[in-house]
């Protein structure tokens, strides 16, 4: 029993070594999955940040139960300021970008020519009579992230809501952990399609995926996605760094150039 | 650390520390008659039906800082253990608890009584029947349950993203890195990944089972 021991702190001690890396660990709203390469290359750190990505909800959760995370880049405001309001921040969450949603469908599906009959689909100042209305009866399911704990598919929902669906509709919702999971499913062929940030279907993100459709749903449909961030605890000098490596000119022209729009 | 080498660490120091663990519950649930024996077998072979993800809460709540049980620990031991490799090799010991303890527990009672009492009145003790007549015999037993334990350690998936998170070099572990992947559209990876898997898994199953037919050629 004593030698079972002796290995378990063995190992803890193995690992707490490890800790000792001076790259930053960082948990990452899914929505920069697709951006985060090309911020990583303009940064260029010497050691390139340990990053996590999921949902922000999930992610902040985490980080209240002690997850080791240096800094948090929220797909929203709630999650980071919580983060705040619970002390696990010393300062207010800094907005860095806001997020874009869009529609993605697989072509020859009913709502890829549902989004190409009509060029903006859920633009409120459209002429109701101009505009087919969204086809329900031909769309069994869709891809949104968890509203629960994904900012992404809150604003879905609210999009999806200001567009006559809602949860009585006979569609069924197929939920994604995060937004990145939301557009596999989306994708997988086995869903009508979905709601997912432009982001990940915008510019060399779609070099990896199939022939798609993408619209870009206007941001007044839903409440804004303001990204923010907030350092964790005492946050080491390379984390305090790329935070404001995020806020430069030159970050914010790589997030307004992949499916981001800028703040103000 | 990449996901391949952790998953080997974890695997590693899962089955360094659950084989001894295993070798003993084995032996007593194969030689011991007690009261409440039943209770014990049932709670050694529970994470066998039990969801992953039922024991990834409850460990999660117990261990996170935000309960007393969790922040004595965390003082304890300096750093907290949610989140991190330690938290990770508890949580697989649990679930690889009955991979680790029915190999060893067969192999037990596959030695003939007479054998056992043939070396107490040759006048060895308890312990020395133990090591010199017993292991020598149940060493196949042994291998099958380090084999099973460390592939399916490997394997692990939900318990691991529930108390470990997805942290890279640290929770990262080779399925969990899968499921990121994937999550990236990034599907060469995750099919290298588990095309390597795979061949792991049914190696695994080939050892368990040669070992198996030899064991029972032996005697």
Redesign the interface.
Known sequence: MK??LL??FL??L???Q??A?DAP?VAAA?SL?QVWPLLMAAYAPEKNP?????SSGNLSR?I??????ELFLSADQSYSEQLYIQGKSIDEPTPYTIGVLAWVALPQTPLAHWLNRSTDPVSPTDDINTKPSFPFTDIKNLAIANPAFAPYGRAAMQALQANGVNKQSSIKFNMGE?A??T??FALSGATGGGIVPLSLVTGLATQ??PKIIVSKIAPTMHAPLIHSMVLIDTPSSSATSLFNFLLSEQAQQIFEQHGFSAIN | MSPFWLSLKLAFWTTLILVPIGLLIGRLLAYKKFNGKSWVEALVYLPLVLPPTVLGYYLLVSLSPNNAFGAALASLLGTPLVFSFPALVLASIIVNLPFAVQPAQQAFAAIPQDTREAAWVSGLSTWQTFLRIELPQCWLGILCAATLTFAHTLGEFGVVLMVGGNIAGETRTLSIAIYDRVQAFDMQSAGIMTAGLLIFSIAALVIVRIAGMNSHRER
């Not at chain 1, 340990?50 to 999921?54: A, D, S």
């Open positions: 030698s079972v290995a378990f190992s803890i193995v690992v707490n490890s800790r890396n660990l899914s999955r340990r990053i996590t990505f999921g985490q209240l139960q002690s997850a080791p995370f995060n990145a999971q557009l596999q990896q995926l």
